[in-house]
Structure formats: structure tokens, C-alpha cells
């Protein structure tokens, strides 16, 4: 079965401290990676998006990172700031599971001042 | 449009009643997707679209569960005889196809009493 999983479940870290979020996923045949960042009662916003053939993206402070052979990328934030206190969401498209996303249960940050 | 518009923002239904969910995706999106997420969990895939067509519906939970895009835009998701398990948020997402990230709405939140 085809599935992501993400730890840890819940991260609490002072304001201003580098972190790293964990993406692991079972099938290393995917199409693509995808964060995202879900805030209380919205939806979700895309922050990076991996094709299968790339390592990593970069977008302001965030790098995401890829190693399909080892089912695993990384979300790392730099300077974290009180803004950046959301839930973070690892989707992974699975090549041949058609277009669908399957989605980890996601990394609950608190950054505190 | 400027994103994924989704109405109504809160749904209560009585168990037994008939809903139905409304996804305006973003102009010009081929691709529309539709998630169930329950309290603290990650998003479930339900049913995905390419303009008219319904690809995959393969995430659907029952056949009381129901999804349209009659003309390749706007998407209906008909959910009959609501059920208590029902209750979760539904959300809508869209892209322009291929590899593209996905851009979600902020969802329905449907509580069935």
C-alpha cells in the first residue's frame, strides 16, 4: 500500500531556530512531492513542489529536500518566525496511482516568541 | 478567479438529509480534485476530473457519495442520506494539468447531527 507518513506529529520551537520536517513515503516509483501549509479552519497553500528528477526546491526561507531511493524528503525552515505556526502537509503522487495526491497526517509547528 | 471559491463555508445537516457541496475552481484549470479530511488527519482523495470527465472516482466512500462537472468548470459533490460519519471538511482543489501543483479552496465544513 502506497502511503506517507510524517514525524514528528508535533513541533514546538522558539522563535528564530532553523528546523527540518520529515516526509517519508513507501513506493519510491513517484511522480512528484508537494508541502504544503494548512492554517486552522483553511484550506491548504502550496509552498514547494519536487518533480521525481529533481533534489530539491527552494522558496524564501523553506528548502525542500528529495531522496526517492530512500523514501524520504525534508522540510527545512530557516529563521522561524511566529508566522510560520501552522500544520505542514507532505503529498506525494505515486506514479500509477492516476492523479491523486496521498497525503501524510502532517507536522503540527508552534513557533514561539 | 483568483483561487478555488467553495460554498457553503459551514454545512449542518440533519442525518438522513441530502447535501450539496460547490467547487468554482480557478479559470482555465482542467484538473479539479475533491478531499475528505477529517479532524487531524491529512486530506482522504475522493474523486478527480479532467474538464468533464471523472477519471477517478475511486476514493469515493459510497455510492451516496456523488460527484459532477457537467461543463468542465464548476463542480458539484452530492453527498445522499447523510450519515454522522459523513461529518469531516470536503475540500475542492484544481490545476492546470501535467505536473502542476494543486490550489485548494478553503473547504466545506459538513456536521451532520
Known amino acids: ?113 | 478567479g483568483a483561487g478555488v471559491s467553495q460554498s457553503p463555508r459551514y454545512k449542518v445537516a440533519k442525518r438522513g438529509q441530502d447535501v450539496a457541496l460547490r467547487c468554482d475552481p480557478i479559470s482555465g484549470h482542467v484538473s479539479l480534485f475533491w478531499y475528505q479530511q477529517a479532524l487531524g488527519q491529512g486530506p482522504e482523495f475522493l474523486t478527480y476530473f479532467q474538464n468533464e470527465a471523472q477519471l477517478d472516482k475511486s476514493g469515493l466512500p459510497s455510492d451516496r457519495f456523488f460527484a459532477e462537472r457537467p461543463e468542465g468548470s464548476v463542480s458539484t459533490l452530492k453527498i445522499q442520506r447523510t450519515q454522522q460519519e459523513d461529518s469531516a471538511v470536503y475540500l475542492c482543489a484544481s490545476s492546470s494539468g501535467g505536473g502542476s501543483p494543486l490550489h485548494f479552496g478553503n473547504g466545506t465544513r459538513l456536521t451532520v447531527t
Open chain 1, 1 to 113: 500500500k502506497q502511503e506517507v507518513t510524517q514525524i514528528p506529529a508535533a513541533l514546538s520551537v522558539p522563535e528564530g531556530e532553523n528546523l527540518v520536517l520529515n516526509c517519508s513515503f513507501t513506493d519510491s516509483a513517484i511522480y512528484n512531492l508537494q508541502w504544503f501549509r494548512q492554517d486552522p479552519g483553511k484550506g491548504l497553500t502550496s509552498l514547494l513542489l519536487i518533480q521525481s528528477s529533481q533534489r530539491e526546491q527552494t522558496s524564501g526561507r523553506l528548502n525542500a529536500s528529495l531522496d526517492k531511493s530512500s523514501g524520504r524528503s525534508t522540510l527545512y525552515i530557516a529563521a522561524s518566525q511566529p508566522g510560520d505556526s501552522a500544520t505542514y502537509l507532505c503529498a506525494v503522487r505515486f506514479t500509477g496511482g492516476g492523479n491523486k495526491l496521498t497525503f501524510g497526517t502532517g507536522t503540527q509547528l508552534k513557533v514561539e516568541l
